[in-house]
């Protein structure tokens, strides 16, 4: 029992093979075009706008629609045609798996009941850490801004697991760190398996492939999206009050029995899923 997609969750249980999976999961590309892509097939906007809009995603946390009005790109008029359309044509991956044939609409209601039941244990309606966490709000929101930066920045779908506290940093491919001082005093991880390191790395190198990358430069990827994550994360505890100075970011390869807590510190692990049963971890090394 874990965190799972709709499709896994089919797979796992037998009632759909992995090709049809896949065959749902390509119409659903063909079918449903993300904001930007809309707005252009909707001739709104250009390529250009939305690689500049993407860009000034990094260091601002707004949505794409809001930023593109904000930069003058789109007008609320144009947004709100653009997400309607969104909306209308949107092809839900139990609806793709009908349309090619692997379940029936009577079957998918059941198999969608199922699978709701199956994660009701692992869902939650935001993010809840465990009590007596000190400043509560400022890490419910690093874990916010990170989610927010995982859809934004490296395109990728993710469930978020709940939150747990843990006494050893789990094994993993890679991590890459930021200390936080200041008003609050951490370290920001975020693990990733060799597969998520080069997803991280083609959507910061705007790259489709990046097998001829040396592993210095995956590595610098990963370091650049903690950075990105952090800087924003520094920027909005400046709203709230909080001084956060961040340090550049490093890389660890943990051992593989993982590494211990420090004494005096507590450790907040926040499973990230993604496709396919791959996740990350966002795991927050706060200081008493």
């Not at 097939?41 to 949505?63: F, L, W």
């Not at 610098?220 to 009050?241: I, L, P, R, W, Y």
């Amino acid at each position: 029992m874990a965190v799972k997609f709709f499709g896994q969750f089919l797979v796992e249980q037998g009632l759909v093979s992995r090709d049809a999976l896949i065959s749902a999961i390509d119409l659903q590309d063909q079918k449903n075009l993300k904001l930007g892509e809309m707005a252009v097939s909707m001739g709104y906007i250009t390529q250009v706008d939305i690689e500049r809009a993407h860009n000034a995603q990094m260091s601002k946390d707004m949505k794409l629609g809001d930023l593109l009005v904000e930069m003058g790109f789109l007008t609320l008029t144009q947004l709100d045609d653009v997400i309607t359309r969104q909306k209308n044509t949107h092809l839900y991956i139990g609806e793709a798996l009908v349309q090619v044939g692997a379940l029936t609409g009577e079957s998918l209601q059941q198999h969608l009941a199922d699978f709701k039941a199956d994660q009701a244990q692992y869902i939650s309606d935001g993010i809840e850490l465990p009590v007596n966490i000190a400043n509560s709000k400022i890490w419910e929101m690093t874990a916010d801004l990170t989610y927010k930066m995982i859809t934004r920045v490296l395109d990728l779908q993710f469930r978020p697991g709940k939150c747990v506290t843990v006494e050893m940093l789990p094994p993993s491919f890679m991590m890459a760190a930021m200390d936080f001082s200041g008003d609050v005093e951490a370290r920001y991880l975020i693990s990733v398996s060799e597969g998520l390191q080069k997803s991280v790395a083609k959507a910061i190198l705007h790259e489709e492939s990046v097998e001829a990358e040396s592993v210095e430069v995956l590595e610098d990827t990963v370091m650049e999206f903690v950075n990105v994550v952090c800087g924003n994360v520094a920027a909005k505890a400046s709203q709230m009050g909080v001084i956060m100075n961040i340090d550049p970011p490093v890389t660890i390869h943990p051992p593989t029995g993982g590494l211990p807590v420090p004494a005096g510190h507590t450790a907040l692990c926040f499973p990230i899923h993604i496709g396919d049963g791959d996740r990350m971890e966002l795991i927050l090394l706060i200081k008493n």
